[in-house]
């Protein structure tokens, strides 16, 4: 399975598209796609059988660990679903073309608020009006247990001239890298 790709055409050598990282540069990789994308699909209630829930949501920081830290509301429904079923998904995507994630992970709601200080800005009032100090604010903590990446070699811009050189003269060109993230 190592050496298979379902993302792009298979006209090329596989070994020249995947690209396992492991320990700090997986994590550097990590915060990377996460940082850039900005913002994920959250999903909680995997295991249970029904649809799962999906939400959009920033994470406010990944640590040296690459373990992934979000707020959220300690009562919110996403709260509830983590303590009865803590597998999660979340899915990041950094532009249209390249810089996708996919994060499978355990998640843990956690009280503490020397890390809530420490991941605590302004603009967070907009959705946790009465701030840092609520005691109705928690985070969420994502230690993953499997990640997979798809990225560009090297930059979307060099990604762009392949495309465009791929077109014109008929040959594949592709520019793209796929693989785990053993963080």
Partial sequence: MENSRDSANNTQNTQDHI??????????KLKDLAKSAENCFFCTNIKTGLPVSVRPMSVQDIDDEGNLWFISMIDSNKNEEIKQDPFTQLFFQENKNSGFLSVYGIAEVVKDQA?????WNPFLKVWFQNGKDDPNIGLIKITPTNVYYWDTKHGEAVAFIKMAASIITGKTMDDSVEGKLEV
């Fill in 115 to 119: 890390k809530m200080d420490e991941l």
């Fill in 19 to 28: 690209k396992t990282l492991e320990g700090k540069d997986a994590v550097k």
